[in-house]
């Protein structure tokens, strides 16, 4: 059993990140991924656009970059492919995988594709060993330090750390999706079907109110009263156009959206939406085609290989980022990412509402940051966490989950673990200043007005 310096379990945003900051401080390191590339969401998911990852100076006016880092290395290539236009969000996801694929290999990361996590051995409070599951059977690999990129949370909860889950109040997980692109559009014909310009032909309509104003609204509002939509189809729908991405014609759709079955760690409920979600996706296809203009020739490009999980578990850390510190752009000595995305919590109705807080915004600076404590698993010696599930109340998970701030956390996690291999220290002794610090160093762009 080969003994490496670093496990990182999940090639997402946050793991390939991980990955990569440590390999180019020197660690050996295996990165073990369930699917067949990395990019995660962004890619097995079709989660398309990134969200914000910029702000401006209230002052001056000027535009501050908050995604930094290894994520503008990726901007950059996207940008170079033209998969990305300038300035812009919209991205190629297959453009991405090569890219991250690329980025992995040049710092010489082992990699094991098609490979499940299935237990850990501990010892004395640490992680010895991650049991894994694969077409040779099961197979156990050691390091001195991991980090769960899971998304869920699967290595932690493994590892016998404590989780919070779904709305405080009631348990429920926020909905999921099944989202899709769909190809053979002509574009301007389409835009002229809705003349009050609510779907851009480069942007994306925002969420559709059942039996609202805007025209697009009321063409779906008079399609699920001849039953040719569910009130469910209207519940959550946006379309992005990919056009300036490289893909002529095709329109990434954020949706369906589903409420009941949304525990993103039961596999029943998985199933469940990944069957539904396809008798949706030819339904709206159906819809399409019969009420809007330039869907004539309209085809299912592709369905995300896995449903879009927004939340399941957080992870119990040593520091825990609360609704009520993002409310009033908290900024921290040890903040190794820094966001402004908004509390984004979807669902109807009251089981997804939650108790909110009342503060004054001082800080005039529009953003808040994560500090390095939200990483390091609590009861677990050698364990740090990024992306989704890091140490944060279910508010500030509902902003914090984005791609952009998932990839700054993995990041953050592997220049800890980096620094914990050298010191032999637990990461929980390693000071969060000096990650900032080594972030800067390497390239990482932090707003400071």
Not at 390 to 405: E, N
Request: charged share 25%.
């Amino acid at each position: 059993m080969k003994q490496y310096d670093l496990i990182v379990a999940g090639g997402g945003f946050s793991g390939a990140a991980a990955a990569i900051a440590a390999a180019r401080r020197g660690m050996n390191v295996l990165l073990i991924e369930k699917g067949n590339c990395f990019g995660g969401a962004a890619v097995n998911c079709l989660v398309n656009p990134f969200m914000y990852y910029w702000t401006q100076d209230p002052v001056s006016g000027e535009t501050v970059f908050l995604a930094n880092g290894i994520f503008r290395e990726i901007l950059t290539e996207l940008t170079a492919m033209n998969a990305m236009p300038q300035n812009s969000s919209i991205f190629h996801e297959e453009y991405l995988k090569l890219i991250l694929q690329r980025m992995v290999l040049k710092e010489n990361i082992h990699i094991l594709f098609h490979t499940w996590l299935t237990g850990v051995r501990m010892d004395n409070g640490r992680v010895r060993s991650v049991l894994v599951s694969n077409k040779e059977g099961t197979g156990e690999y050691a390091a001195r330090y991991f980090i769960d990129c899971t998304g869920d949370g699967d290595l932690s909860v493994l590892a016998g750390a404590g989780f919070r889950k779904g709305n405080p109040k009631t348990g429920k997980n926020q909905p999921i999706s099944l989202r899709y692109v769909i190809g053979g559009v002509d574009t301007a014909a389409y835009v002229s079907t809705v003349s009050d310009n609510s779907i851009a032909p480069d942007g994306y309509s925002s969420c559709v109110k059942l039996h609202g104003d805007r025209e697009v609204e009321k063409i779906m509002t008079k399609a699920m009263e001849a039953g040719d939509l569910t009130k469910e189809d209207l519940s959550y729908w946006q379309i992005f156009s990919l056009e300036k991405a490289g893909r002529k014609g095709c329109f990434a759709v954020n949706s369906p959206e589903f409420f009941e079955h949304v525990d993103g760690t039961d596999p029943a409920h998985l199933t469940e939406t990944q069957l539904l979600g396809k008798k949706a996706v030819l339904r709206q296809l159906k819809f399409y085609k019969k009420y809007f203009k330039g869907f004539e020739n309209a085809y299912i490009a592709s369905v995300s290989a896995m449903v879009g999980i927004r939340e399941s578990r957080e992870i119990e850390t040593e520091q825990t980022m609360t609704y009520a510190e993002a409310l009033v752009y908290k900024k921290f000595e040890d903040g190794i990412a820094q966001t402004n995305y908004p509390i984004d919590v979807h669902g109807m109705g009251d089981e997804y509402t939650c108790d909110t807080v009342k503060a004054e915004v001082t800080d005039q600076k529009p953003f808040y940051e994560i500090p390095y404590g939200s990483l390091v698993v609590r009861g677990v010696d050698n364990l740090l966490v990024a992306g989704r599930c890091i140490g944060c109340d279910f508010l500030v998970q509902a902003s914090a989950r984005i791609m952009p701030t998932c990839r700054a956390t993995g990041e953050a996690a592997g220049i800890a673990a980096s620094m914990a291999v050298r010191k032999g220290v637990a990461p929980r002794d390693i000071d969060g200043r000096d990650v900032r610090a080594r972030m800067i160093e390497n390239g990482a762009v932090f707003a400071q007005w």
